[in-house]
């Protein structure tokens, strides 16, 4: 039974006001329906769906598990690096070797308010922003 896509993300978090406002500015996600769960927390859709799921708790609970990244894919590099710039977040911004799968794709690298890393990869087509 091979997967067929990805279906969600999880984060648990603090503050999913947060969390949430977070996605919907940086990525453009919308926060929409959720199922009624007896906690706190939010569903966070793209192109209908819902892609991210937001669990909010009073503590993080250790041996949850550790989230190294989520990956999306997207367009426009200078916008999102104008966002990032204009909320003072680091990023970081790779591109992919020539030669192999992928061969110039750009990564761009951030981390969310409770540390979780996320990256957007762009066609290597992008144009590159100054200074990179």
């Not at 969600?8 to 006001?17: E, L, M, N, S, Y």
């Not at 204009?86 to 981390?111: H, M, S």
Request: charged share 25%.
């Amino acid at each position: 039974m091979p997967i067929e896509r990805m279906d969600h993300f999880t984060i648990v978090t603090k503050d999913a006001a947060a969390t949430a406002k977070f996605y919907n500015d940086m990525l453009g996600f919308e926060s929409g329906p959720r199922p009624n769960f007896m906690f706190p927390g939010a569903w966070l859709y793209n192109g209908g769906k819902p892609i991210l799921h937001v669990i909010q708790k009073p503590e993080i609970p250790e041996g949850s598990g550790v989230l190294d990244h989520m990956a999306f894919w997207g367009t426009d590099l200078p916008g999102y690096i104008a966002k990032l710039k204009a909320r003072d977040l680091k990023y970081d911004l790779r591109r992919l070797p020539e030669g192999g799968p992928g061969a110039g794709v750009w990564q761009l690298f951030f981390l969310d308010p409770n540390g979780a890393r996320v990256e957007i990869d762009l066609p290597a087509t992008e144009v590159a922003p100054e200074g990179a």
